[in-house]
């Protein structure tokens, strides 16, 4: 198993975090620096900071936050702003993904670690669903071209759903994860984001939650979340 996914799945942090663990020089395993990639055997001793994981012995979290603009969707305690700092919430948690500091809306927390491969990988097909504000008025072949895919970051986006909203404003629907995917395809084809508002994750809406509140997940949803990543 890879050290990221095994990290992740102690519910100690994301792969991403784990990632920057590893590139800081703070995850040895047998008593060797770890690299990016390595791989955990199950007699494989891993120590973050030269400490063992703490086991997470917690009952299992998912909450829902309607992240504000300014927060960053990191465990990283040195940069302000930080999500977890943020929510503050009593037990350790982490984001799963992540919404760019300029970005606004739904972003899930928990400390289950065993979704979030799940969750992430673009080749399962979970929607992510987005309103988004531009600079331009919205036309039609804005809009088609959006959908059939656009070529940013040496790669053609996967076709997507895309409908206008307004003039100036559209709703998209992602089943991958680029990084700042919709801010780089709308520049790609001559448009500026103004907002950026994520809306729903899978099954999972905002609901009525105010900006820079957060809430569990109620039962029926999760269990319908949890059904959709088996």
């Not at 919404?99 to 929607?127: C, P, Y």
């Not at 059939?148 to 404003?169: F, H, M």
Request: charge should be positive; proline fraction near 3%.
């Amino acid at each position: 198993m890879r050290i990221n996914k095994y990290i992740s799945e102690t519910g100690f942090c994301s792969r991403r975090e784990t990632n920057r663990l590893i590139a800081a020089g703070r995850i040895t395993i047998n008593g060797n620096v770890c690299e990016a990639g390595a791989k955990v055997e199950p007699q494989d001793i891993v120590l973050i900071d030269g400490k063992a994981i703490p086991v997470n012995r917690s009952e299992p979290v998912y909450l829902a936050l309607n992240k504000p603009i300014g927060i960053v969707c990191t465990a990283a305690e040195q940069v302000e702003g930080n999500i977890i700092r943020y929510v503050n919430y009593p037990s350790r948690i982490f984001a799963v993904g992540r919404l760019d500091k300029a970005s606004e809306g739904l972003i899930l927390l928990t400390n289950d670690g065993s979704i979030v491969n799940q969750m992430m990988r673009s080749e399962h097909g979970h929607e992510k669903e987005y309103v988004v504000t531009v600079d331009k008025p919205v036309t039609d072949e804005f809009t088609q071209t959006m959908s059939r895919g656009v070529e940013i970051l040496n790669v053609i986006t996967k076709p997507c759903k895309v409908d206008r909203i307004s003039e100036y404003e559209f709703r998209i629907i992602l089943t991958q994860g680029l990084n700042l995917q919709i801010r780089r395809m709308c520049k790609a084809l001559g448009y500026r984001v103004l907002k950026l508002e994520r809306v729903r994750i899978m099954n999972i809406t905002l609901d009525h939650l105010e900006r820079g509140q957060w809430r569990h997940l109620e039962k029926e949803e999760l269990e319908l979340l949890l059904a959709k990543l088996q």
